[in-house]
């Protein structure tokens, strides 16, 4: 099992907050969480830091921002998501990420953000969206297989503002929609058990098969507030259900040595 910290877990610019992971010894990052411009060069500076990596989502950022929707109901936006997706995997191929993690659809795309998640408008056909993510998902599988990547997505976190206007949330979506790796966020999970009124403890036991990686944190079921993972954590127990060799800290720490001391 190898234990990765999340570039998401401090506050600063990408190269900044990468360099500060590698002089603090950490040697096995996510790299992900990033909307910053990188350059066109950014394998080759990756590949100086000396590290061994796993990609997530949103990476390399593209030149104009927008929100990857895998499942949109608008095609512009669907296939500018697959060519994101593409340049992902690419990217952890030539990295030697033996994974890339990407986010679960949604039934109709943002129309904002709170500053925590991201707000849609009413409305949305959940049974079209799940089509078209299926889609979507069976494209993406066959080229990561091409690149010699195992593509594998991430559960999305339900609050009660957002219900109905996500896929993939509870273990029956997972079994109806394929047989796809799954990357298991925690804090996610948490969050949709609460607002669902589902067990956590029977959703890791249907999909512990099926569990390739963690995003570990936690939150007290109210919303995804990426706390700290404490010893007796229930997400550590669901960590030793599974057959999961990437574990990734994405706990929010004041500085580099928070994130170093729980690895």
Partial sequence: ???????????????????????????????????????????????????????????????????LNLASPDEGVRARSLRLVDDALVTAAQLGSPLYSVHAGFVSDPVGSDGRSYVFGPGGDAEAAKARFVASLEWALARGVELGVELIVENNVCTPATRGALLLQTAQEFEELGDFGILLDTGHLNVSATTLLFDRAEFVGRLAHRIRAFHLHDNDGSADRHEPVAEDSWALAAVRETQAETIVVEALRDHVEQVRSWL
């Fill in 1 to 67: 099992m190898k234990v990765f910290a999340s570039t998401g877990c401090i506050v600063g610019g990408f190269w900044e907050k990468l360099a500060l992971y590698r002089d603090a010894g950490l040697r096995e990052i996510e790299i992900g969480t990033t909307t910053e411009a990188l350059g066109d060069d950014v394998v080759e500076r990756l590949r100086g830091y000396d590290v061994r990596y796993v990609v997530h989502n949103y990476f390399p950022p593209p030149a104009e921002a927008f929100v």
